[in-house]
């Protein structure tokens, strides 16, 4: 293994230690090519320097942590941070019978997701038997080293076999937690170490800066991955998007351009998705959280739709969100998550968006249908079709992060039936008159106040509001329904 | 259940029999939506009207086959037609146990992907024990009817239970077959009865000739569906395109625009897909049959590759064809097979086609990643580069429908491995040389013949073609490589 430790941009030289005898020599180039990728953030936290707490970036790491787990056998591990990485080890543990905690410091796991979304796999790690902290931050960690171990021969119980130790960590919230190996997951740096030193330009948010040839301030060197800013597809801002595939865009554009060729890197959308056990949650473009902080005007809508023709074995429910400019019909972003099917609705948002569609023209989108695959009206048709009759004026949303806070004026109408309410629960202060009884018992609602409808999903809410809209109500439907509602608390 | 028996148009009235007591009364109307649907052609085949012999459109066509069953206990069925209806019947018959004929007229099963697409289909269904008789016909039928069952009681075997009887069937190449029971699924026509008696215009493939707002030759009467002609997306000529999802979006069409609004239909690319037992077969826009018969200027890529990452569990090979413009990089059509994430591969497609995307702009396409989901390249990314490759002059096409007519100024070069050739068997007349041998063999090689060369799927075979042209030589690449050649004569 070989280190470049130094780059001479005027000689165009690079310095190569051999990691074998830590000797050095000099190789010329008349192109350079940066990929040295990111490094795990680890805070400043006293007690982490110990055998049992890790980052995971590389292979070596994860050989690491195996040999940790043969070594100390733990029962408990607590992993720290709540985005990719911690969710894999967090399930990797899982797989492996070791009680697991994870701790997140963010209100929400899978933060390129907004909090109503992140529910979905809140709800799916709880059911696992894991432990989830959300809003709970690792303050310190002391390392007990094992002092005997108990030896079954002298017929001593087989737990606390640690060869190593254990941990006693100090959460944020004065809560303290013993653990037999600990993982620090919370994010990573773009490694620009070399390309400083070199005098090379980094971006705002501290990136290797490119242009959109992959060209550092240096135009006989070019950088790709995880160590570069790229620009945002959306906003057209500089942006910090550590993932693979546009990493190898990347290099392959950068390899034509270094031959020659003119290749442009065309922006990132952030594309991502993750595996939390049986659930898959996803997103492309910006999310909310991210458009309210830009002051972008925007409005969203929410779909649960089976993932394939119900009455096919095998389908589930695909939550899905919608975000839009509802003056242009721009998509600006899309998140999901569900047990089958998520990766390919996030897949045609995303091939949307890079094209411009409008959400108006994701109506007519005309994806594949047969019962094991789809639906004739799939779930994205779906979220068009409601998107559009918002803008149209044709539906007068309200969102589940406005039902906590209705006033006197306004009244809420449960149209599901009494079965529903019975057993999967209602919000609280609902009327309910079931969609199908409406008609008939209307003048029981008032028409001088604004009447809030929800149903289980938002599609008999949408039939309910077009038939008190036109008896001459007021009336707003919860997009998403009460199943939106649900999950944003969990 | 009422039938609609005739429309007067001039007094706005159709004429409804109910089937009940065949009583008839008149109802008027402002608007008419004509959504009949399409019913099965039957050939004009002798003896086919016989209690063993039946169509599927409906639901009522089910019970009556599942009766069929139920009563003739048949251990052979005769499927007649490989398309969407025939493949579903026969995946039905086999996994109830019962021996099944697959009669196809065509030398292809699911006309809507080409030959050697359709290819994996029959190597699927022919894996699964099925008698799949390719370019073959039913020319006649005749109904054997039981005279005799066979009793168990006088200890006379459980064979030849049939209440009914069976079918002695006549094939097209003179063979005959026994069959106790046969489905003909060879396609479905337009039911235009209604729409023509009432003197509505038809379009010259027989179905209701309608507008963009889904209007037919009379301003107040609307059709929809499988009965009506629209318009193809990628040509803009009439095209019958009997599909659910196409049928859904012409009816939220259609009774916005009844109710006075303005909205059109964007045309059918055909996007289907079938399930045909463990595999999944698709396409979206033009085939190259279609193509071909056009005249339209077209170049195509194969890519096999894996649907997701191959280390992580559950990968399976996906098969993607993809036909373009090379000169503009227009998408034209896909197709692809395999028994995972095939839906996803031609959704994605069928949304680029839609939005006008280009070859070229499909390489920028950031689709979801993870490794149970995707690759950091997917099929499309790779599919899009080799096209892309082709249309920059970076590579020189050759297609397996070519292999087999080399002249004597070509050498066929297979790049594999020994291995590879001794297992999977190879292409007559092939010199092999590894690919990571080419640098060191390569004068091996005549200057003065065109290096055909060849590895299984075409990724090796452009590596060694960059370093067989980068070094004077004249050479071509078989896209797609061994496994397309041999899956198009399966």
């Given at each position: 293994m070989n280190e470049v430790t130094h780059i001479d941009k005027a000689a165009k030289t690079v310095t190569v230690k051999q990691l074998t005898d830590d000797s050095e020599?000099?190789?010329?180039?008349?192109?350079?090519?940066?990929?040295?990728?990111?490094?795990?953030?680890?805070?400043?936290?006293p007690g982490l320097d110990n055998p049992l707490t890790h980052t995971l970036?590389?292979?070596?790491?994860?050989?690491?942590?195996?040999?940790?787990?043969?070594?100390?056998?733990?029962?408990?591990?607590?992993?720290?941070?709540?985005?990719?990485?911690?969710?894999?080890?967090?399930?990797?543990?899982?797989?492996?019978?070791?009680?697991?905690?994870?701790?997140?410091?963010?209100?929400?796991?899978?933060?390129?997701?907004?909090?109503?979304?992140?529910?979905?796999?809140?709800?799916?790690?709880?059911?696992?038997?894991?432990?989830?902290?959300?809003e709970t931050a690792l303050s310190a960690a002391e390392f007990i080293p094992n002092i005997t171990v108990a030896s079954e021969d002298a017929g001593q119980s087989d737990q606390h076999q640690h060869l190593e130790g254990e941990l006693n960590l100090?959460?944020?919230?004065?809560?303290?937690?013993?653990?037999?190996?600990?993982?620090?997951?919370?994010?990573?740096?773009?490694?620009?170490?070399?390309?400083?030193?070199?005098?090379?330009?980094?971006?705002?948010?501290?990136?290797?800066?490119?242009?959109?040839?992959?060209?550092?301030?240096?135009?006989?060197?070019?950088?790709?991955g995880d160590a570069i800013e790229d620009?945002?597809?959306?906003?057209?801002?500089?942006?910090?998007?550590?993932?693979?595939?546009?990493?190898?865009?990347?290099?392959?554009?950068?390899?034509?351009?270094?031959?020659?060729?003119?290749?442009?890197?065309?922006g990132t959308q952030g594309t991502a998705i993750c595996k939390v056990f049986d659930l898959a949650i996803a997103s492309t473009g910006k999310n909310e959280k991210q458009l309210k902080r830009d002051g972008t005007n925007y409005e969203k809508v929410f779909v649960h739709t089976a993932?394939?023709?119900?009455?096919?074995?095998?389908?589930?429910?695909?939550?899905?969100?919608?975000?839009?400019?509802?003056?242009?019909?721009?998509?600006?972003?899309?998140?999901?998550?569900?047990?089958?099917?998520?990766?390919?609705?996030?897949?045609?948002?995303?091939?949307?968006?890079?094209?411009?569609?409008s959400v108006e023209q994701l109506q007519h989108l005309e994806l594949t249908y047969a019962p094991p695959y789809g639906s004739a009206k799939d779930v994205i048709n779906q979220a068009a079709f409601v998107a559009t009759n918002i803008m149209k004026g044709d539906a007068t949303p309200i969102h589940f992060d406005q039902i906590d806070q209705l006033s006197e004026d306004q009244l809420l109408l449960d149209v599901?039936?009494?079965?529903?309410?019975?057993?999967?629960?209602?919000?609280?202060?609902?009327?309910?008159?079931?969609?199908?009884?409406?008609?008939?018992?209307?003048?029981?609602?008032p028409k001088d106040k604004e009447i809030i409808i929800y149903c289980q999903v938002g599609l008999r809410g949408n039939v309910a509001y077009r038939q008190l809209v036109n008896n001459g109500y007021k009336a707003k439907n919860l997009i998403g329904g009460y199943r939106t509602y649900c999950f944003a608390k969990a």
């Open positions: 020599y000099t190789e010329s180039y008349d192109f350079l090519l940066l990929s040295p990728g990111a490094a795990p953030v680890v805070p400043p936290i970036r590389n292979i070596p790491d994860m050989d690491k942590i195996m040999q940790t787990i043969q070594m100390n056998k733990p029962e408990h591990a607590t992993v720290v941070g709540g985005g990719f990485i911690g969710l894999e080890m967090v399930e990797a543990f899982h797989r492996l019978g070791i009680q697991t905690t994870l701790l997140e410091m963010a209100d929400q796991v899978m933060t390129p997701t907004d909090r109503e979304m992140a529910g979905f796999a809140h709800a799916e790690i709880r059911q696992k038997g894991v432990d989830l902290r959300l100090t959460l944020s919230n004065g809560d303290s937690l013993t653990t037999d190996i600990l993982i620090m997951a919370i994010g990573v740096r773009p490694e620009t170490r070399l390309a400083t030193e070199a005098g090379l330009e980094t971006g705002p948010l501290g990136g290797i800066q490119v242009n959109a040839s992959m060209q550092t301030s240096d135009p006989a060197i070019y950088a790709v620009t945002d597809f959306v906003t057209g801002q500089p942006a910090l998007v550590p993932l693979a595939g546009p990493a190898n865009r990347q290099g392959r554009m950068a390899a034509d351009n270094m031959l020659g060729r003119n290749e442009t890197y065309q993932s394939h023709a119900g009455y096919y074995p095998g389908a589930e429910i695909v939550s899905f969100k919608l975000l839009f400019d509802p003056q242009s019909g721009q998509i600006l972003g899309a998140q999901a998550a569900g047990k089958d099917g998520i990766d390919k609705r996030i897949d045609v948002i995303a091939v949307a968006q890079r094209a411009g569609m599901r039936n009494p079965g529903e309410l019975q057993n999967g629960g209602y919000i609280d202060g609902a009327v309910n008159i079931p969609v199908d009884e409406l008609r008939q018992r209307m003048d029981e609602l």
